[in-house]
């Protein structure tokens, strides 16, 4: 059963086809690596997914409704949410605040949102900077404070852009390993990601990316060994 599928997607830009007839469908509780060299259209692909920007063909279908041209605000409400999309956090609030804030979309009161919200933290192991000012953390803290924002909206999927950008390596371990613990608490995860020990670490299943369109997918060892996967990243480190 498919719980997100998309159906030739599309978006261009004056001309330039960043997305181009992109077929995909994702499996309820499933972990779904997406890689392609800079510019192939991953994160032009999330913001159709997320309703940041409306296609310019085809469809999007969550949970066996047709969403597409919803805003992102109501697609995250009906459960696809993107970390990116949500608001930059309130730097003067504290990380509880920033939460309990995102929490309220599924809490009717503050009191039931605030212990959503300590839920939360504690899943991503921020429970000890609950009172923390969002403006003195570091960027492994925002990383975690980013992926509660989205988890406390419950959503059905959660799409991941490069959760892993920016933290040193001795920080991605425990950033790997918490994305695990989502997958086996049985969170569906689209998950865009250019650290490859990452994203063979985590995904089921990968989808490669390339010039909009999508070059394959399928077992992510066959996939990374493809030859035209190679030979599109090695076009990217000529470029
Ligand atoms: N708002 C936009 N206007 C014009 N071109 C864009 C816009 N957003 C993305 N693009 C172009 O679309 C292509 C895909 O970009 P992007 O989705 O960011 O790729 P990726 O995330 O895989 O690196 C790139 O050529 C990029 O320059
Ligand atoms: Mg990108």
């Known amino acids: 059963m ?26 309820d509780q499933e972990f779904l690596g997406i890689i392609g060299p800079n510019g192939a259209g991953k994160t032009t692909l999330f913001s159709l997914l997320s309703g940041e920007q409306p296609p310019t063909s ?29 608001m930059r956090p309130f730097e003067s609030m ?16 503050r009191k039931d949102a605030r212990r959503h919200a300590l839920e939360v933290l504690d899943r991503v192991q921020l429970s000890d900077q609950v009172g ?22 419950e959503p059905r999927v959660v799409l991941l852009d490069e959760v892993l950008a920016g933290l040193v ?12 613990s989502l997958h086996t608490a049985g969170q569906t995860v ?13 995904s089921e299943r990968l989808v490669v990316m390339h010039e909009g369109a999508v070059l394959t997918s399928g077992d992510p060892r066959t996939v990374v060994e493809d030859p035209r996967v190679v030979e599109a990243y090695l076009g990217e480190e000529t470029a």
Not at 59 to 82: E, Q
Not at 141 to 150: I, N, P, Q, S, V
Not at 169 to 180: C, F, G, K, S
């Open 94 to 109: 504290t990380v509880l605040e920033n939460v309990t804030i995102a929490a309220l979309s599924v809490r009717k009161s």
């Open 169 to 180: 390596p001795a920080e991605r371990a425990p950033m790997i390993d918490l994305l695990r």
């Open 190 to 202: 689209l998950f865009v990601e250019h650290i490859m020990a990452a994203v063979m670490a985590l």
């Open 2 to 27: 498919s719980v997100l599928s998309v159906e030739g997607l599309g978006k261009s830009f004056s001309g330039l086809h960043a997305v181009r007839d992109v077929d995909l469908d994702v499996a």
């Open 58 to 86: 085809g469809r999007v279908i969550f949970d066996g409704t047709d969403i597409t041209g919803w805003s992102a605000d109501r697609t995250a409400r009906a459960g696809l949410v993107r970390t990116f999309q949500l």
């Open 132 to 153: 923390g000012v969002v403006s003195t953390m570091s960027t492994a803290g925002l990383k975690r404070l980013e992926l509660a924002r989205a988890l406390a909206m």
